[in-house]
């Protein structure tokens, strides 16, 4: 690939389309950031220089991880600024998400639903919005297997719900916590202690049982509206923070083999974190090519990431969240019990110390704030330095399992996400929660923020 000068007017097309001519007819505004991603280009140009990786078989798989590895990173950042800059220009509207009446709705206002795969609620009436922030995410099969959500606020926690029941969904998986490093990131919308329930307008959601493992919770949710039951489950991913890594790179590809294959459903699965792109993005993507290895299908993490963004924006957000889809997938494809190679691919997969020390040096980089980070977002700095992010990490077998079955808990539940008001437009508070003692805590709306975090 080559870059001519801006002078020039014209810019060749690559496989991807990554730019076009300006047509006379575009607006302004996007002839303006046409403008823009070309000055963008003209000055990393170097990035152009690097090809798209190809469509790889389990055993071809950890030489092209060598290969990011090597000069530097270099060739990993090339990879991740050309998703960035494909991924830009194949952004698609969001006006339904910017209408007056929805703004509110968002926790960030730079992370905004597609109008082209939103998630449409079924409204009560005319005036009622049909809003959530929410997106279809087309799976390992070709249809919508997930919903990305972001994290239900004070005022969409009803809506989350509706939105459970409308599509009948079986499964959430949750990796953000309520609060994290000071900060509000998600609102507490389910119970956590068996026999006690939370109301939100017409919808009852009760815990029936839970069980904490090491690195996840697992909650059994029984959700009723009228005559209408729904029975979730609802795992929680813990630890995972910001912009970082929720430990070595086998907790993730363990964490989605278990959702997967714990009581398997055709319904759809509910992903969300805090802005539902970053964590989300990149739980989607490992479970989609978890099944790319189990059906010995070829791998291309670039391409699965690409399709991701076209269908919600800014899917696995950072560098240090692809490079942790790369670790997690190189252990993935070690791993005999995860995939299995045909006869006649003899090609030793299992890296060598080599590769070990680059991945763990890479994320020790990434993780604090290093050149590679990525410069489209302000990260606090992640706590998770832990060395088992390294390829040797084993978790210990021995896991500590507690199992709920106390009796109805007499106190209100805490509200995790409460802090002081902002001076923000936002939409009347609508939910109540009731314990058996019918107890109502005040509910705080939060501003959508500036910043992307997820």
């Given at each position: 690939m080559s870059c001519v000068s801006p002078l020039s007017g014209t810019m060749p097309a690559t496989d991807f389309g990554l730019v076009q001519r300006p047509s006379s007819l575009m607006s302004k505004t996007s002839r303006l950031s046409w403008v823009k991603l070309k000055l963008f280009i003209h000055?990393?140009?170097?990035?152009?220089?690097?090809?798209?990786?190809?469509?790889?078989?389990?055993?071809?798989?950890?030489?092209?991880?060598?290969?990011?590895?090597?000069?530097?990173?270099?060739?990993?950042?090339?990879?991740?600024q050309l998703l960035n800059s494909l991924s830009v220009e194949r952004a698609q509207p969001t006006h339904v998400a910017v209408q007056t009446c929805n703004r509110a709705k968002n926790r960030y206002i730079n992370v905004l639903p597609y109008d082209t795969t939103r998630v449409h609620l079924h409204r009560?009436?005319?005036?009622?919005?049909?809003y959530i922030n929410a997106s279809f995410v087309k799976g390992f099969s070709g249809d919508h297997e997930y919903i990305a959500a972001q994290g239900p606020k004070p005022d969409t926690v009803a809506d989350f719900w509706s939105m459970i029941l409308q599509h009948r969904v079986a499964k959430i998986v949750m990796l953000c916590s309520f609060l994290e490093k000071g900060r509000v990131?998600?609102?507490?919308?389910?119970?956590?202690?068996?026999?006690?329930?939370?109301?939100y307008n017409n919808i009852r959601v009760g815990c029936t049982s839970q069980s904490v493992e090491t690195h996840y919770t697992c909650t059994h949710l029984r959700i009723t509206r009228d005559s209408e039951?729904?029975?979730?489950?609802?795992?929680?991913?813990?630890?995972?923070?910001?912009?970082?890594?929720?430990?070595?790179?086998?907790?993730?590809?363990?964490?989605?083999?278990?959702?997967?294959?714990?009581?398997?459903?055709?319904?759809?699965?509910?992903?969300?974190?805090?802005?539902?792109?970053?964590?989300?993005?990149?739980y989607i993507a490992c479970d989609i090519l978890l099944q790319c290895l189990n059906d010995n299908r070829?791998?291309?993490?670039?391409?699965?990431?690409?399709?991701?963004?076209?269908?919600?924006?800014?899917?696995?957000?950072?560098?240090?969240?692809?490079?942790?889809?790369?670790?997690?997938?190189?252990?993935a494809v070690e791993s005999s019990d995860v995939v299995k190679l045909r006869s006649?691919?003899?090609?030793?997969?299992t890296p060598t110390k080599d590769d070990a020390a680059l991945f763990q040096l890479r994320t020790a980089e990434l993780n604090n704030n290093s050149s590679c980070s990525n410069s489209n977002t302000t990260?606090?700095?992640?706590?998770?330095?832990?060395?088992?992010?390294?390829?040797?990490?084993?978790?210990?077998?021995t896991r500590v399992t507690t199992t709920t079955n106390c009796p109805a808990s007499p106190t209100t539940p805490t509200n995790c996400s409460s802090s002081s008001s902002h001076n923000y437009p936002t939409a009347p508070s609508h939910n109540s929660r009731s314990s058996f003692n019918t107890a109502t805590p005040s509910v705080t709306s939060f501003p959508a923020e500036p910043m992307v975090t997820s």
């Open positions: 000055k990393e140009s170097s990035f152009l220089n690097y090809e798209p990786p190809q469509d790889l078989a389990p055993n071809k798989f950890i030489s092209h991880c060598r290969l990011l590895l090597s000069n530097s990173c270099d060739n990993l950042r090339r990879e991740f009560e009436s005319t005036s009622d919005s049909d990131k998600c609102e507490k919308y389910f119970p956590d202690h068996v026999n006690e329930y939370f109301v039951v729904l029975e979730v489950k609802h795992y929680h991913l813990r630890d995972w923070q910001d912009f970082g890594i929720p430990g070595g790179p086998d907790v993730l590809v363990n964490f989605c083999n278990l959702v997967r294959n714990d009581t398997p459903s055709s319904q759809l699965t509910v992903v969300h974190c805090s802005a539902g792109v970053g964590r989300t993005g990149t070829k791998l291309n993490i670039f391409r699965t990431v690409l399709d991701l963004r076209e269908q919600r924006a800014h899917m696995v957000q950072s560098e240090a969240q692809y490079v942790y889809l790369y670790q997690s997938l190189t252990n006649g691919d003899t090609t030793p997969t990260p606090t700095t992640p706590t998770n330095t832990n060395p088992s992010c390294s390829l040797n990490y084993l978790p210990s077998p």
